[in-house]
């Protein structure tokens, strides 16, 4: 038996886009034969699909994306200000392909006399006593009782021996094949052997079939970090934090760069396939200075851009234009986008807090008292008691007026299946030891605004907080 790969996915490919194999085998015209696809967690085996042939070229074909991208989450650390390792933002794994078809020998004229019983010359694997069943290529006209159902009286690797007379034989160069009673296969695991890794991004439809896998290992000026915010048209207010993902190598710089021209660095620890780094104008960390003085952000810096430094500079460099406009309100939102990284949008004009109480009821008797052989009751008695009672606290959001580039960006918010806000800001009153808390966007219906139909672009929002508070009584 052979198999050839004829199509694998890359080996670091979005886990939500086709992760599609193409397996090709020497015995895929056999009975009842299938592919057996063997997915495994380093020695963990952690999933087994089986495939049926392909009608039109008898391939065998297994999409892992729904399967694999159950195994990637995503990672948020909001107090670091360095890095981390994002370790739920990839898998990696090993797919092992396998084989299965009936056990089925096939013999010509191979029928001989051996001490009166019928002897079939065949490389089998069966044992005394093992059921079989004999299909003649005649249909047994020619030997009736050699043909359906018999025991295995003798047998060796290359024949065996059926309680049939030989005097019953009337052609001894009758073709047949023989299989198990019970249609047991020949099964072989791990012919061949793939690995690859899969990290938490969804490229569009009409984007993936472009999608390079060395486009994002770093390793020059050209090479992409693993996020969709734009690289030159960020705008960010100094309050923003920002971790975008990358694959660096650990010990290794980012190299930041003000409007003024000045240099500093910052030096990667964590050690993962692939990294959260902060890059916020919030959340920056210490930076050491190469050029120039402390801090990166003076009251007139208008910019700053950031790049991946290993043997000279090793990834695109990616600007954040800093938003200085007076603010009505300030709301953070923290999002995750479609490349796994976890960027950031200010909502800076007119904020709106919204609450929602529901309440269960029921309605007790009144158990009063009697007084002086009369019967009566308190009037503070409660007839219809709350017995739960769950607010709900929204709000309504505004951006500030934005470019086209980061409303395109802005609808990886609206999409994005996790979103936290700043706690510090909506609960002034507070302190917290975590500065932010989930929220849910509960807007379900948007339109993308472009430049080219309307020149001032802003969105409003609704979000509701994840948790619940607790009320007392």
């Known amino acids: 038996m052979a198999q050839t790969t004829i199509a694998q996915p890359q080996s670091f490919t979005p886990a939500y886009n086709p992760i599609k194999y193409l397996i090709d085998s020497t015995n895929k015209n056999l009975t009842g034969f299938k592919y057996i696809f063997d997915v495994y967690d380093g020695s963990i085996r952690i999933g087994r699909f089986k495939a049926l042939p392909r009608i039109n070229d008898g391939l065998g074909e297994l999409d892992l994306s729904r399967f694999l991208n159950s195994y990637v989450l995503f990672d948020f650390e909001p107090s670091v200000t360095t890095d981390y390792a994002a370790v739920n933002c990839f898998f990696n794994y090993t797919l092992e392909v396998g084989e299965e078809y009936l056990a089925e020998f096939t013999y010509t004229s191979a029928l001989t006399n051996s001490g009166g019983n019928v002897r079939i010359n065949v490389t089998n694997t069966f044992l005394v006593g093992d059921q079989v069943n004999i299909l003649q290529a005649d249909g047994g006209v020619a030997n009736p009782l050699v043909e359906g159902l018999h025991s295995v009286t003798a047998s060796s690797g290359t024949w065996f021996e059926i309680g049939v007379a030989w005097a019953s034989v ?22 061949t ?13 009409v984007n993936f079939p472009n999608y390079e896998a060395t486009d994002y290992t770093l390793n020059s000026a050209t090479k992409l970090w693993l996020t969709d915010q734009p690289k030159t048209n960020f705008y960010s207010t100094l309050a923003q934090d920002i971790w975008l993902n990358a694959k660096p190598k650990p010990n290794k710089k980012i190299i930041f760069t003000n409007s003024q021209g000045e ?15 902060a890059v916020g104008p919030n959340n920056l960390g210490v930076l050491t200075p190469i050029v120039g003085t402390l801090p990166l952000i003076k009251p007139d810096t208008t910019y700053y851009t950031f790049y991946y430094e290993d043997s000279g500079q090793d990834s695109i460099e990616y600007r954040v234009n800093l938003d200085r406009r007076i603010s009505i309100t300030e709301y953070d939102l923290v999002f995750l986008d479609r490349m796994g990284s976890m960027s950031s949008f200010a909502f800076q004009l007119k904020a ?70 700043k706690r510090a800001i909506y609960d002034c009153d507070d302190v917290a030891s975590e500065p932010y808390v989930p929220v849910i966007l509960t807007t379900n219906n948007y339109e993308v605004f472009r430049q080219r139909n309307k020149n001032l672009i802003k969105y409003t929002i609704v979000v509701k907080l994840a948790n619940n508070d607790n009320i007392n009584g």
């Open 352 to 421: 709106y807090e919204r609450g929602d109480v529901q309440r269960d009821e029921y309605n007790k008797d009144v158990q009063g008292y009697v007084q002086a052989g009369e019967w009566k009751y308190n009037p503070h008695e409660y007839g219809f008691n709350t017995y739960f009672v769950s607010a709900t606290k929204t709000l309504e959001l505004t951006t500030n007026w934005m470019n086209d580039d980061m409303s395109q960006y802005f609808e990886q918010l609206l999409t994005s299946p996790q979103c936290y806000m």
């Open 170 to 191: 009337t052609n001894a160069n009758i073709d047949g094949s023989v299989t198990y009673a019970d249609n047991r296969k020949i099964v072989t695991y791990g012919i």
């Open 263 to 277: 240099t500093f660095s910052k030096t990667l620890s964590a050690l993962s396939s692939i990294t959260g780094i």
């Open 193 to 205: 052997d793939l690995s690859g890794q899969v990290f938490n991004g969804a490229f569009k439809w």
